[in-house]
């Protein structure tokens, strides 16, 4: 749902995602797991940690470019993990939505660690909005998981997080929107969200529980019901990440398909012509867009034996990459050629965004009026 810039007079159009690229000595590799743990072990509780595995689908009109997503894992403290959705109605502007997300990701992994921030999200977006330079806005969630337990969630918009255990959502975050596909969003311009809008919790998680994180592009394509179902299939962390994406992806290209999206659409009373209700048509389908995913497993530290120098490997359709744990380090491979990006570097191209129903730049699949 992010896909609408937030103004004083509101206008509506269409937001998207992206990867961000690569500053450093980097190897193309194909899968993304990750762990890490703390250094030091509480004799009375043992200390906890994140496995997380990660992947990520560009919408298909910007796999050249790997979409307009941005994220970051840490393996700070006991690990914290992040999206941002860069809003795409800035490409009618001619800006890259890219851009906003991917430096705003940047700050944000680069301040983890900040003694201000005091592991605590909402100042750790704080800090990381007002670093960001670049034109553009994004929505944003983080989660911070302290070694006791406790993980702390900010969001600002509508990506998502789910905490499942044995076999049930035990917390969901809820999407902060002004009107349908316009959500909550952090921005360059002085009309816009601050860390002051973020919805905070705070969750007691446990060894076995698992974290799903996202952006709107998993959660507008895929139901809770098929989130946990997909997980009891997949219990390793990379391949349930790569298993809800394809997911999202193939709800997404299916025009019948009656997906959250759809569903909230109409609710909100977008939907096919009254004389196709007549016939017993309504709108169906998934919505194309840029598809972000971390599932993170919750273990106990001796569990672990790789600490600081773990790293984390994507695989992005057209795409491969690897990353440093909290660096944001990738080299993208687009169509055989190798491409080395630099965070705030101009990215030339950019991909036109279809209008959907009502004038609103959405990737919604409809009936043909």
């Known amino acids: 749902m992010a896909d609408s810039i937030y103004r004083a007079s509101v206008l509506p159009s269409q937001l998207l995602f992206k990867p961000s690229l690569s500053n450093r000595n980097c190897v193309p590799k194909k899968s993304n797991l990750l762990c890490f743990a703390s ?111 406790r993980m702390k969630v900010a969001n600002v918009g509508d990506c998502g997080l789910r905490v499942i255990r044995k076999g049930q959502i035990i917390f969901s975050t809820s999407p902060q929107e002004h009107y349908f596909d316009c959500p909550y969003q952090l921005s360059s311009e002085l009309v816009g969200q601050t860390y002051l809008d973020a919805m905070f919790s705070s969750v007691e998680v446990a060894e076995g529980d698992t974290i799903v994180m996202g952006s709107d592009g998993l959660f507008d394509n895929v139901f809770d019901r098929e989130i946990v179902s997909t997980l009891a299939i997949h219990t390793d962390v990379v391949e349930a990440a790569k298993a809800l994406a394809n997911l999202a992806s193939n709800h997404s290209m299916d025009s019948r398909f009656e997906s959250p999206y759809s569903l909230e659409a109409r609710t909100k009373g977008l939907d096919v012509p009254f004389w196709k209700k007549i016939l017993g048509m309504k709108l169906t389908g998934g919505k194309l867009d840029d598809i972000t995913v971390i599932v993170g497993q919750v273990v106990t530290s001796p569990s672990i034996g790789i600490l600081d120098e773990v790293t984390k490997t994507e695989e992005v359709k057209g795409t491969e990459s690897i990353g440093i744990l909290d660096e944001l380090q990738r080299t993208q491979k687009i169509e055989g050629t190798d491409s080395i990006g630099v965070l705030n570097e101009a990215q030339t191209a950019y991909a036109q965004v279809k209008k959907g129903f009502g004038g609103r730049k959405t990737s919604t699949k409809t009936l043909p009026y």
Not at 110 to 133: C, F, M, Q
Request: glycine share 10%.
């Open 39 to 149: 250094s030091q072990l509480n004799p009375v509780r043992s200390e906890v940690s994140f496995c997380i595995g990660t992947h990520l689908i560009p919408h298909p009109n910007k796999v050249e470019r790997g979409g307009e997503d941005a994220f970051f894992v840490s393996n700070f403290n006991g690990g914290v993990i992040a999206v941002a959705d860069g809003v795409s109605g800035w490409a009618e502007q001619n800006v890259d939505p890219s851009l906003f997300s991917k430096e705003l990701m940047a700050n944000a992994s680069s301040l983890v660690g900040d003694e201000e921030v005091n592991y605590d999200p909402r100042i750790l977006i704080r800090k990381a909005h007002a670093a960001t330079s670049s034109k553009g806005s994004a929505t944003a969630i983080i989660a911070m998981l302290e070694r006791n337990g």
